[in-house]
Each structure stands twice: as structure tokens, then as C-alpha cells.
């Protein structure tokens, strides 16, 4: 064994196959290395913020997507970083176009100039519209069909009553309706206030691309029973007392408010007022009910005042008598002979 060791050109040859392992293994991560970088990647970043420049006090532009898709390919360590360090920017410049119709790209910044970068869309086609903003007044609305029966829509108010409208002239000039509507549950038989979103719409109901201050307002709406005026009609029943006369029977109003299910109430020409005529005694007022037919109807009084103008006949007629002078048997009438008078 020493005999090995000691022996100088086996040593030798055990270094150079050393050497020569050593040189292979370096070589082999050399490649590896060099080859990494060299591998290829592609990816997509999707939805990225469009950054758009133009004059937005004075116009509108519409076609223009508010995100994109970035398509990237190139080594893989700069597509990750790409990805993760979001340093890159997406972006239109339209300041030194005018009002008009143009089909323009969208650029990018601060990519690695080692990638490849696409934009999806590439080109698009865009509108400039001088910006215009309008007033208009809010119309409340609500399914009618939610207030129960024997129930009505009194009123409905917005506040505030009015919105300024901002958007492209063309669209500006397609506006129909400014609504803002009420959400309710079935079976409104009260008034209440609620918030509502305003709507702006073309003739059609389509909702335009506008800008509305303020978007939402406050609805008071006010909900009342269904009611109407009926004229009223009197109607004498009982027997006239003996000796009275009447000359005038009056009631003290022409008609009554009814409050029912709108059936009910829009079929009534009249409501009858009974009086019994042998309750009469003397001129003046007296009280009477209205006839009330269906138990869902309500009046607005249920009693009216009666006015009575009437003559009692006297139940003794007086007479008048004249008394004749008093005389005796024996005397005689006197004449004009007995008093010498010619």
C-alpha cells in the first residue's frame, strides 16, 4: 500500500483524471447558467389602467376602453419582475388632437427594452365631443301597482328638484327622461321618503354615458285613501206632523268626501240623507245620517245639518163680538120726533 503512494507517476495520473472531472462539471455549469437567460417567456398583465391626456374641462371622448390587456414576452426573470414591479404605463395622448372622429394607438412606457410588448387592443377608434352641461328636472316615479287597493298617490317630490347633467354633446342632445324611481314592497298604504339613484335616459329607456350631480336625491311620497265628492240628496220619509207647513227644507253642504276601494267609490252617484219629518216642531236646525251603503267606505262626517223652515197653524181661531145698549120693556126708542127736531 505505501508502495503505491510512494510511487510518483501513479500520483500523477490520479491528479490529471482529477483535473480532467473538475474541468467537465465546471463546463457543464457554465452552460447551464449561460443557458437560463436564454429561456424565453410570455405572459399577459391583464386589465391595466388606460391612462388617457386630453382637455377634460372642455371635452368628452367615448370609445375609449377604461383597462387593456399587455402581452409580454422575454426572459423569465424580466417577465416576472415586469409583472411584480408594476413600473410600466399604458396610455393614449389626444391633447393636440381636435373635436372630430380618429382611430388611434395605445402606447406603452418603462417596458424592458428586452420584451416584446402588445397591447390588445392595439388601435381603436375614438370620438372628441365638446362637453356640455345641462339642468334638468328630476321626475319621481313608482309602480302604481304597489299601493293597495282604496289607496291613491297623493303627491311625489324630489329633493332637490333638479340635477346638472354633463356629457357629450351628441348624447346631451338624446336625452329624453331624468327619472329617479322608487323601490318598495307591495301593499303601500302609507307615506314615506326615500333615497333614489337618478337615472338619465334616451326616448328609447336606454341609459345614457353621462355624469350626474348629485346622482342620488330624496323622494317624499305622499299616499292617501282614495276619495271622492259625492253630491248629496235628501230624502224625507215620516208623516208631517198636523198644522205644520214646510217651506224649505235645506242641507247644509252639497256634497261628501268617500274614502274606499276606488270600485266602490267611482260607482256612487249620490249618498241619501234620510229625515223624518215628524221630528219637526219648529223652524231651525236639526241633525241627520248619511246613509252609509258599503262597511270599507269612510266619510269624511257622517252626519249634516238639516235647516227647517216651517209654519205651525194656531189651533183656536179668536172672534171678536159688539154689545148692543141695555133697555127695559116700558121704554120706547127714541126717535126724532120726541125731541122736536125737524
Known sequence: MDKLFNNNWLIRLTALLLAIALFFYVQSENNSTRS????????????????????????????????VNVGIEGPTPIVMREKLAKDYKVFVDLSS????????????????????????????????EEKVTKEFRVEPEINSRQIKEGYVLKNMLAEPKYVFVTGAKSVMDSINYVKASIKAEDGITQSFKQQANVKVLDRDLNKLDVTIQPEAVEINVEIDEYNREIPLTLKQTGQLPEGITINELS????????????????????????????KLKESGDYEAKIQKLENPMKLSNETVTIHANITVAEDESETSTVESPETDGNTAPVTDEDTGEE
Not at 39 to 64: F, M, P, R, W
Not at 100 to 117: A, D, M, P, W, Y
Not at 253 to 277: A, C, R, T, W, Y
Open 251 to 278: 242641507l247644509n253642504q252639497e256634497s261628501i268626501k268617500v274614502s274606499g276601494p276606488q270600485s266602490i267609490v267611482d260607482s256612487l252617484n249620490e249618498m241619501i240623507v234620510e229625515f223624518d219629518l215628524s
Open 97 to 128: 388632437l381636435s373635436i372630430g372622429e380618429h382611430r388611434v394607438t395605445i402606447q406603452t412606457e418603462n417596458f424592458s427594452e428586452k420584451l416584446e410588448v402588445t397591447v390588445y387592443p392595439q388601435v381603436v377608434n375614438i370620438s372628441i
Open 36 to 67: 437560463t437567460p436564454s429561456e424565453k417567456q410570455a405572459d399577459v398583465i391583464e386589465d391595466v389602467k388606460l391612462e388617457v391626456y386630453y382637455d377634460d374641462e372642455n371635452l368628452i371622448v367615448t370609445g375609449l376602453p377604461e383597462t
